[in-house]
């Protein structure tokens, strides 16, 4: 018999600092952390083929010519009332990182914080079994995990995923001439805060959560199709962040087509009511020197455009020559709201242009 789903009077969201997205320290304060880190940051080296000092998205340790090892962990505060569908969002957040790297995952564990003597427990066990739903999804086993007590109740993995060392997917892999595919719509920032401010409609929290518990597993395998090398995942630091990140490690500038973005049902609604993210507004900011806007990009698809993001797409590139139409049809045949999204050029490394349109 199943346990029961947490009373109506708990609203998880209401325990959580910070607004709506999944509460990344800001990029402008990692980056200057990292640096101040210097050599101290693992290179790769040798078997390690992707280490701490590439940014990438996931550790990676070649075993043999045939399997690399891919380490990675996300976790974060709840972001919808729903404890087992938190726990889905929560894993399918920590498997993207293994999927952005070209990857399988095959084993994870839990990694939680709960306020013991304030939420009952019956609440965690709902967040596991959303957890453990999304990871049978993905063929990975959960093999337990580690738990302490904490007033702000959160919840992730460790995930453990296997690669061929040949076709791993890297964000500085970029070349001139790419063009740019985005898997699934973004705006989870702006409705995430909507849900904690109890101002979102329930088409809207439909939709960001059935994007925000989709996996990534497709999207990476058509991306290998289509021969993209180099890919990440659209996550806290909004689609132009992740994008300037990618185009800065690979010495190259990039360009957004702001019209052909795919938006969730409710985002610029969202927007509309003042519902934008502190990890938005601080994106906004540490990228004013990196993203240029065109003037005539409507206020608040400029403001997507930078949205703290939970559980997002894959942005790959595919290849001048490629064939970005089929991958992006394959995509949508899947149930992917893909789009191609832009391009990348020559110019100042990691300047990104938001464009109107193509």
Sequence with gaps: MSLPVHPPAVKLTSLSRGAGCACKLPLSKLEDMFASLGTDLEPAAGDLLVGAAEGDDAAVYRLDDERALILTTDFFTPIVDDAREWGRIAA???????????????????LTAWPGDELPME???????????????????????????DPIPKYGMAVVGLAHPERLFQIDKLAEGDTLVLTKAIGTGVISTAIKND???????????????????????????AGAVAATDVTGFSLAGHLH????????????????????????????????????????THLSGSVTVDPQVP????????????????????????????????????????????????????????????
């Design 123 to 149: 609440l965690l066990a709902d967040v596991l079994r959303g957890g453990a739903d999304v990871a049978k999804e993905a063929g990975c086993f959960v093999v337990g995990g580690h738990t302490i007590d």
């Design 92 to 110: 399918a957040n920590a498997l993207s990182d293994v999927y952005a790297m070209g990857g399988t995952p095959i084993i994870a564990v839990n």
């Design 245 to 284: 990140r990618m185009a800065a490690a690979s010495g190259l500038a990039a360009e957004i087509d702001a019209s052909s973005v795919p938006l969730l049902d409710g985002a610029r609604e969202a927007i509309a009511r003042g519902y934008v993210p502190g990890g938005t507004r601080a994106n906004m």
């Design 299 to 358: 206020e608040d698809v400029a403001v997507l455009m930078h949205d703290a993001q939970t559980s997002g797409g894959l942005l790959f590139a595919v290849p001048a020559g490629g064939d970005a139409g089929s991958a992006v049809a394959a995509l949508r045949a899947d149930g992917h709201p893909a789009a191609v999204v832009g391009r990348v050029v020559g110019g100042s490394a990691g300047q990104v242009t938001v464009l109107t349109g193509p």
């Design 199 to 225: 101002g979102a409609e329930p088409a809207w929290v439909d939709g960001a959560i059935a994007s925000m518990t989709m996996l990534n597993a497709a999207a990476s395998k058509i991306a290998r199709q």
